[in-house]
C-alpha cells in the first residue's frame, strides 16, 4: 500500500508472507555436518534427504514494514514507523525441546523429527517516533530532531544460532 505525500501527509506498508524450504542450509559452512540421520536403511537411497526437508534457518513466515509522515501545522515533520518480523525456525525433539545437535532429533523408536519444527523466542517488533522542524537561514537550513526508537520498550532478543567456523 502506498499513499504518496500530498496534502501534508504520505505512508506506506508492505507485508510478506513465505515459507522457505530446504534440506540443507550448509552452503556456506563446508566444515558441519548438520543431518541427524541421512540412511533409515543403507539400501534404499530414495529416501535421502527427505527427513531434512524442512523450514530453512532462513524461514520468516511473516514481515510487516510501515510508515506515516505527516507535516503538521508550523513546518514541523512527525513521522511514525513499524517494523514487524516473526520468530525463525528452531530445531526442536518430539517433545518441543530445543536441540542440542541434529541428533537429539533422533527419536527413541529410531524415526527422525523434521528438522526447524519449533520457533525461536525472537520476534522482532518496534514502533518508532520522530518529530523535527527545519530552520532556515538564508540559503542555509538546520533540521534538528527527536527521534524515539522502539517506543513501546518491545522485547527484541536477536540470538542468533549459527555454526562456529573455527
Not at 24 to 31: A, G, I, L, Q, S
Not at 73 to 99: E, H, I, K, N
Request: charged letters at 30%; glycine letters at 4%.
Amino acid at each position: 500500500v502506498n499513499k504518496r505525500f500530498e496534502n501534508n501527509w504520505g505512508f506506506q506498508a508492505y507485508y510478506t508472507y513465505s515459507k522457505d524450504k530446504s534440506d540443507d542450509d550448509n552452503e556456506r559452512d563446508p566444515f558441519t555436518f548438520r543431518y541427524a540421520k541421512i540412511f533409515e536403511d543403507p539400501a534404499d537411497r530414495s529416501a535421502e534427504f527427505s527427513r531434512e526437508w524442512g523450514y530453512s534457518d532462513r524461514d520468516q513466515r511473516h514481515r510487516l514494514n510501515a510508515y506515516l509522515l505527516w507535516r503538521a501545522p508550523a513546518d514541523v515533520d512527525v513521522s511514525f514507523r513499524y517494523a514487524y518480523r516473526s520468530a525463525q525456525p528452531l530445531d526442536v525433539t518430539a517433545a518441543g525441546v530445543p536441540t542440542t545437535t541434529p541428533q537429539d532429533r533422533i527419536n527413541p523408536d529410531g524415526t527422525v523429527t523434521r528438522r526447524n519444527e519449533g520457533r525461536k523466542d525472537n520476534q522482532y517488533s518496534s514502533f518508532d517516533f520522530r518529530v523535527s522542524h527545519v530552520f532556515h537561514f538564508g540559503s542555509l537550513g538546520v533540521e534538528p530532531g527527536i527521534d524515539v526508537f522502539n517506543l513501546f520498550n518491545s522485547k527484541n532478543f536477536h540470538r542468533p544460532e549459527v555454526t562456529n567456523l573455527i
